[in-house]
DNA sequence: CTAGCTTCGCGAACCGGTTCGACGAAGTGA
DNA sequence: TCACTTCGTCGAACCGGTTCGCGAAGCTAG
């Protein structure tokens, strides 16, 4: 069944159909509710793909995120669900492109085919060649996080160096001195994933500032990993009172970590962090942390996108997010006496 | 840059291209290196719309899965990401598809609109008018989840009974005697889902067989409810000493009910249920459960899929997965002198 | 030398929409 | 009454691929 058929039933040629779908030309009324009637009888949808062929437009969004090799995190989890629903406002779809082992291939399937009007890309590094590559072939794409060169382009982003330093300011005030940072894998450090870094730095410039001993430590996405990383924390350094992490999927390890070691949270040990509130609130006690908007970013993602998509010519904007600090139970004052 | 462009550089027809392409009809090896280098030259790629148009087949996959407002688990996330990467081997790619507030109008997007080849649908009901729907329109789906009638369909589904009378056996077997059930939400009870039902199900019937005492709840898929479950559970019989959940996002609030309430897992009361590896290994102690293969269900689903998309007349096939309970730290024996 | 078969390439039709130019009918103002 | 618009509709071209039928050239066999 196609636009051919509907015309044919209700006496009119293809052309009016399509115009009376579209409103692009005026059709009388009597037509209209002709076709319309024809249409509901039966149950004719225009076919996608030769619409898109016709006008060029795909009217669906990639979204580009990472291998199942990092383990997800649940702040992914939120942000596709919410990137799919704000698509959905704009009636969008939303094509899922796994930049996995072989990401040059699905790379040019969303582009070099066609199949996508514009992308998303999270996992963002500082020097990205993704970005870098999309932005010279002029393709609309907004980026979740920032390369070392934000200045221009399309994104939505976290300020992980203000959020670290917030961490660290909040542990200072309330005594501590001698803090760890626990990052993503040492694998995304290097790649250089923009948040690792930094959140590296935010953590790291605060904690001169405030005079503070610290030792910062890489961590895999996993709660075997947390827990092992609490135990070369506490070897390295026993005295240490409090951590600042900014890996959501090890805080269950970090947490079982310092309860093998027999430091109370929150009297003998804070916890701090970047992690979104759902995940803070799973873990006991319930930690205090910058809660990443997850939900928020998606939508202000598929926002700007559309915007991009439907006037090639705008300049780039851009959302620097910072929340604040929600106080929950993980952290408390510096005891000055760590358990020996 | 398309077909035609190609043709003309390299000085043959456009269907010599394409059949040099394509491979279906044979091309002399000199025209096909002229049309290979042409095309590398350029970085052509063919357009995925007009391919799609063509010849009927759009190489997409529509995944339908739950609206935000449930929140994700974790092992949703898990199988999101596994399906994406079963895919793209088959050269699939995956289209989301919120089944949310207006299911209808993106089902009639993905179907109506014939954007994808098939469907893996996701949350499914004993009486799921989607997938009747979709058998009635013969069109190639595979549920996660079975209807209350899956002996012709395409599925593949836990055996929430046998894996719900696991856990009351393992629980039986160390001598509890008064056992809880925390099941999903209460309007997702209502409204069919099947592994609620099933889970309920197996529960019940095994509970019944050892001649335990029981009682069943309903709770909200997240941390607070969880916690406020475990109130209820011990104050309705405080004689309680082990819980079965298939609740995975609650599983957090619920550790933290029963440390609230005195009792120390597994010295005091037992907790196992049916939980994602993933996030059994977060919490602490470690938890007794059957794994969800989530990966291996994704993998499966598409495996599934393409092959009923491949030989449209196949009769149903489906696969019921019965993963063996994962012994870690979260059962203990009973007692016998549950705390007042 | 010619009939018959392969191999290789071409042109045209087709998939199902959109859009442009043209054209007849009706309406408007002088 | 005539020139000029406006309105509603149609036919044809186009988007960028795939596929079918045909025919030219080259080979083999009788």
């Not at 990383?229 to 390890?253: K, Q």
């Not at 942390?289 to 939900?295: G, K, L, M, R």
Request: net charge negative; with cysteine; hydrophobic share 40%.
């Amino acid at each position: 069944m196609n636009i051919g058929e509907i015309a044919e039933r209700a006496g009119v040629s293809r052309s009016t159909v399509s115009y009376a779908l579209s409103g692009k030309r005026s059709v009388s009324e009597e037509t209209r509710r002709k076709i319309q009637r024809v249409i509901d009888e039966l149950g004719y949808r225009p076919n996608a793909s030769a619409r898109a062929l016709a006008n060029g437009r795909t009217s669906t969004i990639g979204l580009v995120f990472p291998p199942a090799g990092n383990h997800y995190t649940g702040m992914q989890l939120d942000f596709i669900g919410s990137v799919v629903e704000a698509a959905a406002v704009h009636d969008y779809d939303v094509l899922l492109s796994p930049s996995g082992v072989d990401s040059d291939r699905s790379f040019q399937r969303l582009l070099g085919e066609r199949r996508v009007d514009g992308a998303i890309l999270m996992e963002i590094r500082l020097e990205d060649d993704r970005v870098e590559h999309l932005a010279e072939l002029d393709f609309p794409s907004v980026a979740i996080g920032r390369t070392a060169h934000p200045e221009s382009g399309w994104w939505v982003s976290l300020d992980h160096t203000a959020l670290a330093a917030a961490c660290v300011h909040h542990l200072a005030d309330l005594g501590h001195r001698r803090v760890a940072f626990v990052n993503r894998p040492e694998q995304l450090l290097y790649a250089g994933y923009e948040s690792a870094h930094r959140g590296l730095d935010g953590f790291t410039k605060a904690a001169a500032e405030r005079g503070l001993t610290v030792r910062t430590y890489c961590c895999g996405d996993d709660a075997a990993s947390g827990q092992e990383c609490v135990e070369r924390i506490l070897h390295d350094d026993p005295a240490t009172t409090a951590l600042v992490t900014l890996n959501e999927a090890a805080l269950g390890g970090l947490y079982r970590g310092l309860a093998r070691a027999g430091r109370h949270v929150p009297r003998d040990f804070s916890v701090t962090g970047i992690v979104a509130s759902r995940w803070a609130e799973t873990v006991t006690p319930q930690l205090t942390a910058a809660d990443v908007p997850a939900e928020e970013m998606g939508r202000r993602a598929v926002d700007l996108l559309v915007e991009r998509i439907e006037q090639p010519t705008a300049p780039g904007r851009h959302h620097l997010l910072t929340p604040p600090i929600s106080l929950r139970a993980s952290t408390g004052p510096a005891t000055g006496t760590p358990i020996p």
